[in-house]
């Protein structure tokens, strides 16, 4: 092309030719190939210098942006590399993580079960000083595991103060492992209706007590009950997930 | 074409687009673990695949800032086969390299095939026309800077002490050179079939 024709091209662009020039020109583009093919990319490279230096405010910010979140992504993902030395403790921790990411990914893989989930400790119901047998009997037998015993212990401390909310629950948790459901929520229920600090651990083991009866619908139904900040709330919402 | 439906995903465009931190973050979290992890499997390493993912975001923000993008299928998608195909072409250009493709159809998403062609279309145009504009003399740049910074034709000429008809002029036959310097680029050819 000529230099002319450029100029030309600019004039048409800014509608600067007279009607029988505009006529010509467009005859030319029909006939002219070439003339063509130069028109299109000029009007091409006219639209990206146009948008490169408008936008080029915009676009400097975001690569900036973009380059720190990049920046910061790959260094964590690099940071645990750098520590690793190859000592010999090394392969035996590598392979427990194996083991244990097996472990994890089997559970996973398998439907959720109640004693995946039931996290209560030892128990002390005992005051110092307060020498009370049953009470003794009790808190010895639960943490045993030996709950039958610990449920008649329980049961008879709640005819003397049946409104200890630390009694209820432990003997609820009790039933659940005895598999006596009915009676378990009951006394689960009516600590989520009270205001004692068992009231979110009670949603949480009648979630687990239908968890353990298979009850899965309804077991999510009452994890979604669980306020946030509840001590098991994160353990509530994994369980959520599987469930789900 | 117009039936598609705009993908609900589109608001990892549109994220991109408002230089929204948060997203860029997400994508970073949910998408970009899969195209590191084919970059190593494909010879590359962990920083080839940081510049390829940077490179890609910032093709995927030009398009849509400059010709509107509508995703029409899962970004997922789209963003591994531009990824991807940026990370071949790499791969092609250092050919020293020993490849190893698989070349198993990973999304068969024609959508996704489509868009991501159109967009690193788009990208290898912006490259070459950046890289030609590059190649001008000194006074074509500054002149085509100040020209589409300033916008006003009066105002350019001013500022570079020059008068008002021959600034317009200089546009112009700069444009034409630029246009020259294009079309006889091979790849400019290659592009364009």
Known sequence: MQDQDYILFENYLL?????EDVIAFENRLESDSKFKESFNTYIELTSFLKDKFEGEVASNAFQNNLKNISQSYFEKQEAPKK???FKPWLYATAAS???LISIVLFNNLSAPVYQDYANYDSISLTIRGEQDALLHTAENAFNNKDFAKAEEAFKSLMVLDKDNAELQ??????????DKFEKAEILLANLIKGQSVFKNKAIWYLALSNLKQKEFDDCLEILKTIPEGADDYDRAQKLIKKLD | MSEKKTHEDQKYID??????????????????PKVINYIKQNSGSSDEAQDIIQDTLITIYNQASQKKLELTCPFDAYFFLLCKRKWLNELKKSSNKEVTINEEVLYKDDDAQELAFETSLFGEKQALFTEMFQKLGNACKELLTATFKIKSMEEVATSLGVSYAYARKKKSLCIGKLTELVQESPKFNQLNN
Do not use: H
Request: glycine letters at 6%.
């Open chain 1, 97 to 99: 993580v194996v083991l």
């Open chain 2, 15 to 32: 994220g991109l687009l408002k230089n929204n931190s948060f997203i860029i973050q997400a994508i970073y979290d949910k998408f970009v």
């Open chain 1, 15 to 19: 509608g600067n030719l007279s009607k």
């Open chain 1, 83 to 85: 520590q690793m030395r």
């Open chain 1, 169 to 178: 629950f432990y003997s609820a948790v009790s039933n659940i492992e005895l």
